[in-house]
């Protein structure tokens, strides 16, 4: 056993490195409080988790001030990125405050929920979250896909994926 395998986690570069470089999906995800107030973030820690039912896992920041409109049965919107756009990714990657309409400025078109489905996105997947796990500094949410919207041709998609060159920060 090498002295890297025996630290914490946190303090070995090479599992940061490596861990840095699990792919993941990049998406817009909107979501509505209890009040029907709407905001939107860049997220990037976005996986499929089941077949049947149809469900993902988004990982969000517990520091994120709407982090209590979270819970079972929320609506939530999963808008792709297109692979090269900085468009959505500039706007939504600067974080708003509570006072701030996240969606100004964005052409979108309501969904079944209510969300935005945004124009510039390949597509967007609607669905609800089942149900929430307590991951160290993000709360992982699991959400029942309920239905898709392709913006554009599905066949034509290249969806933005990120890797990261250190695994233990953004």
């Known amino acids: 056993m090498t ?6 986690a946190t303090e070995t570069p090479l599992l940061a490195q490596i861990l840095g470089r699990v792919p993941s999906g990049v998406f817009i995800v909107a ?3 209890p009040d029907g107030k709407k905001t939107g973030l860049l997220a990037s820690w976005v996986q499929q988790a089941s077949f049947n039912p149809p469900q993902v896992t988004v990982a969000i920041n517990k520091s994120r001030w709407f982090i209590n409109w979270l819970s079972p049965g929320t609506p939530i919107t999963l808008n792709q990125i297109q692979k090269g756009d900085t468009l959505l990714f500039r706007h939504f990657g600067k974080g708003f405050d509570p006072d701030t309409d996240a ?3 964005v052409d979108s078109t309501p969904g079944v929920s209510g969300l935005p489905i945004l124009q510039a996105a390949m597509a967007a997947l609607e669905g609800t ?3 929430l796990l307590d991951a160290g500094d993000h709360m992982i949410c699991l959400v029942t896909l309920t239905a898709a919207h392709p913006v554009r041709n ?3 998609f290249d969806p933005f994926v990120h890797v990261r060159k250190n695994g233990l920060s953004y």
């Open 103 to 105: 969606f100004a400025g």
């Open 154 to 156: 599905p066949a034509d």
């Open 3 to 8: 002295a890297e395998n025996t630290k914490p």
């Open 31 to 33: 979501i509505a409080g």
């Open 129 to 131: 979250v089942t149900s």
